[in-house]
């Protein structure tokens, strides 16, 4: 991969656009047949789900500047939301020219469930499944042996019993089996299902209660990826704002969101605004990382700031992003859509452990820009610029009329529909 920083990218038309990112890969032709066939054909979205009557296409666009240990990486998001891509790439840009990000993660280890009730004896059942533990590890894998066969698959095994004290808690006491399963490149979801499904009738032989669960937990605590970046405060000088000022403001921000759910819910909904459009770009479920993120993010029994932020002794900006990151290269509809395989081979990931580490950078980048903005000249300055022109195409304007009405209302400092249609009417007179 060449660098992913391309001056100037945004001021280029679609066109040139895709030319120069071709221009940065090998053997890219499918860029062209991605885009200008079908992006996805209505014959296989009828195959994807149910009741299908067309498809639901968004702008796709990439992150530039990214440099993540070492390497560059062009990175593809799905999203609907102006200012969101311009700003990871910002943030991209300035913590490359302070070496880039870190990342690192656990491992692909996924949790597998299953809820057995009844037991005469808690207690016995839960040293009955563990004195048995490799032959339901056999039994898991023996339903599943392909994935043994790349290396992965189940590893080990746990039990909890929940709601033991019945005077203290108005639920049913039941045995937890967690499954722990390496999926190797896949999410894994449905081997999970598979491999806990199949030894179902095993653990009510074993346990003598009735299983009723058997499903992935999507708390993937086992498999997490994390990101980091440090910054000198000279590169977040920005304009009437001393580095300083800006470092100091994203730590009180940060403080802020970790001290606070109501500032926390949209401090992290900002991290979903760069980790999601990675997801749904690469044809991952977002469902199930958002899931995980927002859980990951109370493990601690309040609900907080996803990302840390701190200052180290030489007065850099430290950030962190950690966070449960269950997405795959393989399986799903992953290699059915064919933009989310184009989007792979942008991306040119050689892993789902390396997906899921570039996604996580994305929202500390992500949650960055949010901070950084907010601690300076607010959200709305850039944020409203850019919406300006979805403003401007609900308001009707078509064509070259559509950034003439958005820069007026930016001028102007009204960006609302009402004014949006105002101008058009005038321009179309
Ligand atoms: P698949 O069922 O498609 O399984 C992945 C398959 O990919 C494997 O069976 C394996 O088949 C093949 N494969 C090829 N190369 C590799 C590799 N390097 N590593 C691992 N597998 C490889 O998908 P998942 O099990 O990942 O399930 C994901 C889907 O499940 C998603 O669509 C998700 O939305 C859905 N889902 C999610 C749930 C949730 O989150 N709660 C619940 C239920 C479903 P082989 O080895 O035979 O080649």
Redesign the pocket.
Known sequence: MASSRIPNFYKKTVEERRELIKSRLDAFDELDKAFDEAPLPVETADKMVENAIGTYPLPLGVGLNFLINGKDYIIPMAIEEPSVIASASYIAKIVRNAGGFQTVSSGRTMIGQIQVVGCEDFDAAKAAVLKQKEVLIGAANAA?P??V??G?GAEDLDVRVLNEDTSASKYSTMLIIHLYID????????????MVESIAPLVEEITKGKVYLR????FADRCLAKATCKIPPELLESEGFSGEEVRDGVIHAFEFADSDPYRAVTHNKGIMNGIDPVVIATG??W??VE?GAHAYAARSGSYRSMTGWSVDAKGNLVGELELPM?V????????VHPTSKMALRLLGVD??EELAQIIVTVGLAQNLGALKALATDGIQKGHMALHSRSVAIAAGATGEMIDMVAQKLVEEKEIRIGKAKELVAMYTR
Do not use: E, K
């Not at 979801?189 to 598979?194: F, L, Q, R």
């Not at 499903?215 to 999507?218: H, P, Q, T």
């Not at 795959?328 to 290699?335: A, D, K, P, Q, Y």
């Open positions: 599943y392909s994935i066969a790349r992965g999926t190797r490149d896949a999410m894994g979801a449905n081997m999970i299902n598979t499903i992935l937990s999507n991952n479920d469902r199930a899931a269950s795959g290269t393989v399986g799903g509809s992953i290699r892993s789902a």
